[in-house]
Antibody
């Protein structure tokens, strides 16, 4: 059974750096085709994809936020960490981590860019 | 890159069918068959309902179906049930290793 859980501060001051940890179980980020992503959702608003890290340490970021984001993994701890710099009140949101994996047919494997298992989310408020 | 366009709300009576649209461009929805749909109940995490435009993960009822025509993807829920009342989000691969979500649609079961 795959589970993920986000952890981190609930309150961050403007201009500070946010560090969130996703601790997962039921899969390994050392296995080919596996990825973990981060998605956020401001209160009452839509989902926004932030970043995705793959088993081979390939990292992908939302183009508009790329300069502020860093995603890393610690396979020994089954954790993925997201850091976001220069936090602003508009970054107030629930932050989710989620499992992603390649799908394989008889001839090839591909990433459907879908997140099949999500953590419960962690609410982060940016305010002084 | 702009968010995908979804109707803000749709509604239907129990037993009826409803369709939620998700409009993008030829650079995202129209260019790839990597459209997914998520269901989100209040205060809960999203749940994957459809991926690859038409495929359902294990455990998702076959009342949920997906399709795509041009730059618009759609998800249809047939035989509406009270438990289907939720927010629904589409997403699409947008090339260059990026993902876009839609603005979300609130489904009300009358």
């Amino acid at each position: 059974q795959i589970t993920l859980k986000e952890s981190g501060p609930t309150l961050v001051n403007p201009t500070q750096t946010l560090t969130l940890t996703c601790t997962f179980s039921g899969f390994s980020l050392t296995i080919s085709g596996v990825g973990v992503g981060w998605i956020r959702q401001p209160p009452g608003k839509a989902l926004e994809w932030l970043a995705l890290i793959f088993w081979d340490d390939d990292k992908r970021y939302h183009p508009s936020l790329k300069s502020r984001l860093t995603i890393t993994k610690d396979t020994s701890k089954n954790q993925v960490v997201l850091t976001m710099t220069s936090m602003d009140p508009v970054d107030t949101a629930t932050y989710y981590c989620a499992h992603n994996s390649y799908y394989c047919t008889s001839t090839s494997c591909y990433n459907p860019w879908a997140f099949d298992i999500w953590g419960q989310g962690t609410m982060v408020t940016v305010s002084s | 890159q702009s968010a995908l366009t979804q109707p803000r709300s749709v509604s239907g009576s129990p037993g009826q069918s409803v369709t939620i649209s998700c409009t993008g461009t030829s650079s995202d929805v129209g260019g790839y068959n990597y459209v997914s749909w998520y269901q989100q109940h209040p205060g809960k995490a999203p749940k994957l309902m459809i991926y690859d435009v038409t495929k359902r993960p294990s455990g998702v009822p076959d009342r949920f179906s997906g399709s795509k025509s041009g730059n618009t993807a759609s998800m249809t829920i047939s035989g509406l049930q009270a438990e289907d009342e939720a927010d629904y989000y589409c997403s699409s691969y947008a090339g260059r290793y990026t993902l876009l979500f839609g603005g979300g649609t609130k489904l009300t079961v009358l």
